[in-house]
């Protein structure tokens, strides 16, 4: 017998097993601990925050405009001296008395309050102009809070910071977020045959890339590299070596040495300082991995064959620093989807249409956003763009359209779409949603409870929240379900009731008390959309109050959202609007209650078990959303997460 080859054979470094891919990633990151509350954070400026990772959530200081702005180069006008101009009623304005030249973005101020765009004004002399088209109220300005809206959610937390929401951040007034510190990296290049590039080479030395590329896609996904000098084929040396990585860093990665060779002594250092979790995985090439945790911290052997590498990387290190992050993995680059509403387009151009989208049942809905080219957050929000090429009238709704993803695929499947009634309240739930990681994200359309309603119809999103009175009962929502949804077999989701009320400035100077006062000549009225549950309301109260919609100043000038109301007012462009308390109170506005609703979310039943759904109620049930409401004001929790079957 060869006493001599069996000590050599019993030095060899045996694997423990060939553990499958996905087993093997699961099993080691179920052994990592990645609490935000152990977490280091700090304070940056904004500026100085792109490509790091959001610890809390940031809401706007200030609305974007800030003012009412000038869409166009045109003149501003007050369009209410403007009734009954046409091409056969031209009228002459003059200077100074009746309008004033402004450029897109001009501040428009009393008494002014549209503008007409400069190719429809007919200049007949240095003072003088002449106007033969109607004036619309508020046509072509930019209302404060058309962007962003004071007390909105701009990024939620674990979100990693992209140039467009360094942007948004700023239009918002933030110029400081507080970020989680990148995980330390630590890389030690072993093996006595490593020289640097631009070094002397010789026969059996080999230059070290390995390293370098680990540094780069560490700094490539969020971390923050440390690159340790080489250190030789010893075994106290590497020793000392992790020892001193695993001190001060997060993550160490170990190049080389991690097969089963008999100076191979990743796998032994790693089970003396530690413990091996993994050595060996079903993978080729990257077979001879070694996963490892000391003290707490993940150590991992990496083979030193480049290709080897760099599959081991993208398999292992790559999931673990996105977890620390608290972020996800992501691939795919576009997505077919059916197109939620009609799109047109103006011919002359390729337009890029910012796109959220989301997976219902078997197949992709997208959903144009905002189209304004000042509208920042269109891009915080989008998840896709949607090419619609030059000659192209647009898209019907209905139609499969290409998305070119702005979000991983992954994000975007695993999103729970609701399309409906606005309430302030949905942030909070896809704030409280994201941090779960159970859901990638909520993907919010405010179209009204009517149109929330024809989208569960249509099978175009998850949950649908309404808000929509019945006349007769006084019963909100089960009247509505049974009316259009009679074939679909739907349920009620119970969620929150709030308050609806008329916002209006502080110290009330119009001196308004009853919805009777929307009639007054003085009064100025901001509606919402059609559709919307708040405007069934409204139009519940007119017509109880006996009041012609026609007698209510503005009330054909629509906003889509309650912030958007209280933004409206709080500028002064309104004297009143209908809304919730709560948006109320985030714009520092005095309340009258009109009364309380029921906001609540239609479901198919064949989604009731889908995980998203689940995680919704879950939320819905959840002391921090109860939490989250109480600052608020303005709602009440009676059955939260409750089922009701019409």
């Known amino acids: 017998m060869n006493t001599e080859n069996t000590a050599k054979k019993d030095e060899r470094n045996l694997y423990l097993k060939n553990e499958d891919l996905d087993a093997a990633v ?13 977490q280091q954070s700090r304070f940056l400026p904004v500026t100085a925050s792109r490509g790091l990772v959001t610890k809390e959530p940031v809401f706007a200081k200030i609305s974007s405009p800030f003012y009412n702005a000038s869409a166009m180069d045109g003149i501003c006008v007050n369009a209410l001296e403007m009734a009954g101009v046409d091409e056969r009623h031209p009228k002459m304005l003059t200077k100074g008395a009746d309008f004033k030249f402004v450029d897109t973005g001009d501040v428009i101020d009393e008494p002014y309050n549209a503008v007409i765009m400069i190719e429809d004004v007919v200049v007949t002399d240095d003072e003088q102009v002449s106007i ?184 292992f290190v790559k999931p673990i620093i996105f977890s620390f992050n608290h972020q996800t993995l992501t691939q795919e680059r576009s997505i077919m989807a059916v197109l939620s509403k009609r799109l047109m387009s103006s011919l002359k151009h390729l337009e890029f249409v910012r796109m959220k989208c989301g997976r219902v049942n078997d197949k992709f809905v997208a959903t144009p956003l905002d189209r304004g080219a000042g509208v920042t957050m269109s891009l915080v929000n989008a998840d896709g763009i949607l090419k619609i090429p030059k000659n192209v009238e647009g898209y019907e709704a209905g139609e499969m359209v ?34 779960s990681r159970k859901i990638m994200s909520l993907s919010s359309a405010h179209v009204g409870s009517l149109g929330g309603i024809m989208a569960i119809k249509k099978g175009e999103c998850h949950i649908a929240p309404v808000h929509l009175l019945d006349e007769e009962t006084g019963i909100y929502n089960l009247a509505y379900l049974k009316r259009y949804l009679e074939k679909e077999n739907v349920v009620l989701i119970k969620g929150v009731r709030r308050t609806q009320g008329m916002m209006i400035p502080r110290g009330n100077p119009k001196n308004i008390v009853a919805v009777t006062d929307l009639s007054r000549d003085d009064i100025s009225f901001v509606n919402r959309q059609r559709g919307s549950g708040t405007r069934v309301l409204l139009d519940f109260l007119l017509k109880k109050n006996r009041i012609d919609p026609e007698n209510v100043l ?38 009258i209650p009109i009364g309380d609703e029921e906001y609540d979310f239609v479901v198919l039943q064949e989604n009731l078990d889908d995980p998203r759904i689940q995680t919704f109620i879950d939320v819905l049930k959840s002391g921090e959303f109860k939490a989250a409401l109480d600052q608020l004001g303005g709602y009440g929790l009676d059955r939260p997460g409750e089922i009701i079957r019409p």
């Open 402 to 435: 290409e998305i070119v993803l702005m979000r991983p695929r992954e994000e975007i499947e695993n999103t729970l779409v609701s399309i409906g009634s606005h309430d302030v309240l949905m942030d909070v739930v896809a704030n409280i949603i994201h941090k």
């Open 132 to 315: 033969n088209a109607p004036v619309a109220l508020w046509q072509h300005v930019r209302p404060i809070g058309e962007d962003i809206v004071a007390g909105e959610l701009i990024i939620p937390a674990f979100h990693r910071v992209r140039p467009m929401d360094i942007g948004a951040l700023l239009a918002g007034g933030i110029t400081e977020i507080e970020v989680m510190e990148k995980p330390q990296v630590g890389i030690i290049p072993t093996g006595t045959e490593l020289v640097e590039a631009g070094e002397a080479m010789a026969a059996g030395k080999i230059i070290d890339s390995n390293t370098h590329m680990f540094a780069g896609l560490v700094s490539e996904y969020g971390g923050e590299p440390n690159r340790y000098p080489t250190v030789k084929d010893d075994y106290g040396l590497i020793k000392n070596a992790i020892e001193q990585a695993v001190a001060e860093n997060d993550i160490v990665l170990i190049s080389a040495g991690s097969s089963a060779g008999t100076e191979d002594y990743t796998r032994r250092l790693i089970e003396e300082l530690g413990e091996v979790v993994v050595h060996g995985v079903a993978i080729k090439p990257g077979k001879p991995v070694v996963l490892g945790i000391v003290r707490g911290k993940p150590v991992i052997g990496i083979p030193g064959y480049p290709v080897s590498a760099y599959f081991v990387f993208e398999s």
């Open 554 to 591: 503005g009330y054909t000038r629509e906003m889509n959202t309650h912030m958007m109301v209280a933004s409206a007012v709080k500028s002064g462009s309104c004297d009143v609007g209908i809304g919730v308390l709560s948006a109320a109170n985030m714009m520092d506005l005095d309340f």
């Open 26 to 38: 699961e099993k080691y990151l179920a052994l990592l601990s990645f609490d935000e509350q152990d």
